[in-house]
């Protein structure tokens, strides 16, 4: 297992609510990256956060929005819930400065949006 | 715009059987790939990481090589289990950023 947490663990929300998702990095990492996986597909880019500022953004919508902490956790808001929302939300730290760049998964949050 | 395929999008095979997982990426210009495993419903569990000088690494019965000239990265599995039964994901990450991009994915089934 990673040291990376996620929660909740699933959540059912009803189109057009708001949700926030929360994840914790591994001790030792500064940045943390969001994916969305819908089912039977690759996880996609949502954006990453470096040092509290936002390095980078996928092909999401502006309701998609996120923050990262001092402590590095970091959270993932969604405004306006429509169904395609629906998916397993990944959150990933790393430790950028290293070279590597090895990303490290944390079990993630299964939105079901009805 | 990168872009990255996996081969075959589903696989079965016997216990016991060796066997090749295929991913191909269209910008060679990559800062490095990981291949990841993933149970049903669960997170991704790295399983190797590849740098863009590197060639090949390896983790007990799995190794995994890179051809980044041409765009291409096979994962060899050694020995298969049932417990080796999973989807197998390849991601890369490009030269300029951070962001990794994905392939759709192989699920493996080694049956017993």
Known sequence: ?114 | KQEVTQIPAALSVPEGENLVLNCSFTDSAIYNLQWFRQDPGKGLTSLLLIQSSQREQTSGRLNASLDKSSGRSTLYIAASQPGDSATYLCAVIGASGSRLTFGEGTQLTVNP
């Open chain 1, 1 to 114: 297992e990673t040291g990376v947490t996620q929660s909740p663990t699933h959540l059912i929300k009803t189109r057009g609510q708001q949700v926030t998702l929360r994840c914790s990095s591994q001790s030792g990492h500064n940045t943390v990256s969001w994916y969305q996986q819908a089912l039977g597909q690759g996880p996609q880019f949502i954006f990453q956060y470096y040092r509290e500022e936002e390095n980078g953004r996928g092909n999401f919508p502006p309701r998609f929005s996120g923050l990262q902490f001092p402590n590095y956790s970091s959270e993932l808001n969604v405004n306006a819930l429509e169904l395609d929302d629906s998916a397993l939300y990944l959150c990933a730290s790393s430790r950028t400065g290293t070279g590597v760049d090895e990303q490290y998964f944390g079990p993630g949050t299964r939105l079901t949006v009805t």
